[in-house]
T-cell receptor
Framework: QKEVEQNSGPLSVPEGAIASLNCTYS??????FFWYRQYSGKSPELIMS????GDKEDGRFTAQLNKASQYVSLLIRDSQPSDSATYLC???????????FGAGTRLTVKP | NAGVTQTPKFQVLKTGQSMTLQCAQD?????MYWYRQDPGMGLRLIYY???????DKGEVPNGYNVSRLNKREFSLRLESAAPSQTSVYFC?????????????FGPGTRLLVL
């Protein structure tokens, strides 16, 4: 069983819509969670980090964490074509320096 | 301030050849990491170095060795390349290995083993 799972997509939304990306994790010891964005042929770049249950907002991005359900999500409001990328969910395995990544969800925002 | 740099950007090897991937960071970070990324598999940790002078195995260390040359540099060596090691390799660094520390990634090295 993969430790961090994401819907592989592709997810396609129209410009201006809300994109919802989901992630589940199996290690209950995970304490820190991250969303990275990766454009094709580029390296991952951090969008959001979240450590506590609830919502965390940063501009058009909102991360949601539910530790009881072992579920993390990323909402992108007012989606733009420039948001088209693969989004990687990551969680620390509880060991402090062993981050586990999901396989990523490819998002396409259509003009 | 270049962040995390990697060389080479692209390499083609024949089975059995050896090579070293270089990584350097100029952010004064203590911790450094090597990942490989394969289609449908996400990023998988090969080795990490929590601080200068220490290295530890990650999820997929077989076939690789690493050296933390100094605080700035962390190299990954393939002693005898195999086609299964065809992948994109990313180096990353963070301030420390503590929970919640952001990892910053280099541009990647694309390796093809024939």
């Amino acid at each position: 069983q993969k430790e961090v799972e994401q819907n592989s997509g592709p997810l396609s939304v129209p410009e201006g819509a809300i994109a919802s990306l989901n992630c589940t994790y199996s290690d209950r010891g995970s304490q820190s969670f991250f969303w990275y964005r990766q454009y094709s042929g580029k390296s991952p770049e951090l969008i959001m980090s979240i450590y506590s249950n609830g919502d965390k907002e940063d501009g058009r991005f909102t991360a949601q964490l539910n530790k009881a359900s072992q579920y993390v999500s990323l909402l992108i409001r007012d989606s733009q074509p420039s948001d088209s990328a693969t989004y990687l969910c990551a969680a620390t395995g509880g060991l402090g320096n062993d981050m586990r990544f999901g396989a990523g969800t490819r998002l396409t925002v259509k003009p | 301030n270049a962040g995390v740099t990697q060389t080479p950007k692209f390499q083609v090897l024949k089975t059995g050849q050896s090579m070293t991937l270089q990584c350097a960071q100029d952010m004064n970070h203590n911790s450094m990491y090597w990942y490989r990324q394969d289609p449908g598999m996400g990023l998988r940790l090969i080795y990490y170095s929590a601080s200068e002078g220490t290295t530890d195995k990650g999820e997929v260390p077989n076939g690789y060795n690493v050296s933390r040359l100094n605080k700035r540099e962390f190299s990954l060596r393939l002693e005898s390349a195999a086609p299964s090691q065809t992948s994109v390799y990313f180096c990353a660094s963070s301030v420390s290995p503590a929970l919640g520390e952001t990892q910053y990634f280099g541009p990647g090295t694309r390796l093809l083993v024939l």
